[in-house]
């Protein structure tokens, strides 16, 4: 009873807080002051009529009968026997449908009902974090990457929380599973209520405006706390950096360079993916090297060259290496090793012939600033290239823009399809580069297809319609955030893989690597060892694990949750 109670005094509370809801309030009374009104002048003239008749009632049973007649309940104890009061009884029965049926519930849910369930849904998120946090990522919008952001530091166990000023989106989110706070990200007031003073970091993914707003507002109150901004114009670097954010992003300039890179012919035969440390990171389809049709075995790749295959992907597929993996044809493979190991792999594997042609074109679909950045960065090589673009506003003048729909075969042949090495595929619309990727792939089936995806989910519908290589937008920002926050570890967002450093585990001290069975219990590959003496990249697998050296590894973050969990 006492709970009831306190319930009721609470929700009775809220009617009194805001001018709105005592707007609703006053409302509300009056319809039920002029309901309560007409029932009490159909009482009246009850017993006026009643007397009429040569009968008399009490006056609860005046108010008795027009509730019953008015709600058309209708009980038939008491009713008129003259004309003059059956009319009567018509009236108040209309009446009542009118007001206690319709007007009455859309008054009572439009002023009462609707505006409590909207106060309470904003207020099941929370407006302030616990004083005892540390250590935890502020996020002001989500969008794709702050969204696979969200993921990867579940996964990592890092505290993290998403403020927005719209209650109702808030309570949304907060329904959805994510963390959110309610509050103005312009307001200092906010970031002092999210301990922004003790957070890990502070992302801000939303305009170059707003970011501009939210980094001048989180250094009001902290000095060092790192703010990992986006930038959407080139002439917003600078201002963004001014309030002293630790890094910023162009994430669409980042994304088209890298598609670009990926281009067969460009730079060195082998691709560099990433590094860490003096580590590097290096990819290369098989059917340009003479490994195609070989099992790793028979390559003697860590003899003739020092570097390693840490994984091969074969359309999206990561598979660990094994001593019988079969290389194909169609196969990226995945190699570690110094600068000067990769150097010596193209020198004993690259197979001649296959160096980029200078009159052959790569065709870029899509001209917005995915597309512009690729072109850009395939310029800086001196590789000739073609935008397709069909928003007129977007394209270009002079011969590298054509005016046209992609998915217009004379559009492509005006293009360079024909002759085209490489096809990247940039527009923003997932559905749109499927059906891109598709088209592209039945009308040159050797072309090398490159394609970008915004979400995550579509890499894999990417790859069944014929990408050789998709790289996700979601993935990159969120993985270039990680590299940010944990020093320790480099995501690749090429692949949805990581390499991470780890001190040796005290139960393989004294083990070769190969008595600890790391990649078969774990899917980790130990691609390095490093020490005193620096970076030893691919160890030997039989000499023994010293206890003071740090592992570092390459893995999927469930292979990494694995060996974290197992050793």
Known sequence: MQFVMKFLFSQLAFFSQTSGARRNQRLLLRFLLFLTGMISIYSVLFHVLMLYEGREYSWVTGFYWALTVMSTLGFGDITFHSDLGLVFTIIVLVTGIIFMLIVLPFTFIQFFWVPWLEEHAKNRAPKQLSPEIRDHVIITNLDPITM????????????????????????????????????????????????????????????????????????????????????????????????????????????????????????????????????????????????AGKIIAETDLRQKSGAIIIGLWEKGNFEVPQPETMIHPSTLLLLAGTEEQLVMFEKYYTLPGTEYSGDDPVLILGGGRVGVAAAGRLKEYGIPYRIVEKKGSLAGAGNDFIHGDAADLNVLKQAGIEQARAVIITTHNDAMNIYLSFYCRQLRPEVQLICRATNERNVAKLHMAGADLVLSYASMGANAVINVLKTDEISMFTEGLNIFSLPMPAVLAGKTLVESRIRPLTGCSVVAIRNAQGLLVGPDPMIPLNGDDDLILIGTTEAEKKFTDLF
């Open 148 to 291: 696979k952001l969200v993921e990867k530091l579940e996964r990592r166990n890092y505290e993290y929380v998403i403020v927005t000023g719209d209650q109702q989106y808030g309570a949304e989110l907060w329904d959805s599973g994510y963390k959110v706070v309610i509050g103005e990200p312009d307001d200092p007031e906010t970031f002092r209520r999210l301990r922004v003073e003790r957070a890990a970091m502070v992302v801000a993914t939303n305009d170059d405006l707003i970011n501009t707003n939210i980094s001048f507002t989180v250094r009001e109150i902290s000095e060092h706390v790192p703010i990992v901004s986006t930038a959407d114009n080139e002439h917003s670097l600078d201002i963004l950096k001014f309030p002293g954010n630790t890094q910023v992003f162009q994430f669409m300039k980042m994304l088209g360079e890298s598609l670009a890179e990926r281009t067969q012919g460009f730079g060195s035969a082998t691709t560099r993916v990433s590094n860490f440390d003096k580590l590097l990171i290096g990819e290369i389809s098989a059917k340009r090297t003479s490994l």
